[in-house]
């Protein structure tokens, strides 16, 4: 599976506005193409940032939908866009359907480790995190995403309202810390965000 996904930052004072385009359209925009498998959502309608992911059986097809596609979606974040970028990773370890819908939490950390050692990271997702997630309230789904070349990625944890997210913080603390400690990796960002739409097809 991989994931195709676009971060946006912009006016807050327009992101309404972009955000009601992409819910009008964004869904079934996607869902007309080869490949597709899901869609995510998530605003700072605070500061003024759009984080998207769409979901893909395969890397081509993640590209393919981006050639077709990207003309409509500038068209649907302007005039709220003043920064965009796109990038495609492979999926490492991810829940099931999310449990959850619209109006959720939503945490992003993003992460540069040697790409040598994501089988590693991989690992530890699974059978260290995700238990933990999932005896945490709230948890509604997780999904740890990297580009193999540059070993830059992503963890995003899905809580299914905003007080689960907030409660959340010192456990996913924890689990980040233990992660830094067995593998080589440095946490370069983390962001909350609301689920704007949360659809994925397995």
Request: no cysteine; hydrophobic share 40%.
């Amino acid at each position: 599976m991989h994931v195709r996904t676009t971060y946006v930052t912009g006016d807050p004072g327009k992101i309404d506005e972009a955000l009601d385009g992409l819910r009008a359209e964004a869904v079934k925009l996607l869902s007309e193409q080869p490949g597709y498998r899901g869609y995510g959502l998530f605003a700072d309608r605070e500061i003024g940032k759009i984080v998207m992911g769409s979901w893909w059986d395969s890397a081509e097809h993640a590209h393919g939908s981006d050639d077709q596609l990207k003309q409509r979606r500038a068209e649907l974040l302007s005039p709220f866009a003043s920064s965009m970028s796109v990038m495609t990773f492979e999926a490492l370890g991810y829940t099931r359907r999310p449990q959850a819908a619209a109006g959720a939490g939503f945490r992003l950390a993003r992460f540069q480790i040697p790409p040598g050692a994501l089988d590693d990271l991989a690992g530890l997702f699974r059978s260290t995190a995700l238990p933990r997630f999932e005896e945490t309230p709230g948890f509604a789904g997780a999904a740890l995403l990297a580009d193999r070349a540059t070993g830059f990625g992503s963890v995003g944890t899905i809580w299914r309202d905003r007080e689960a997210l907030a409660a959340s913080r010192g456990t996913q603390a924890g689990t980040r810390a233990k992660a830094t400690s067995e593998v080589p990796m440095n946490v370069i960002a983390l962001e909350e965000f609301e689920a704007v739409i949360l659809e994925r097809l397995d």
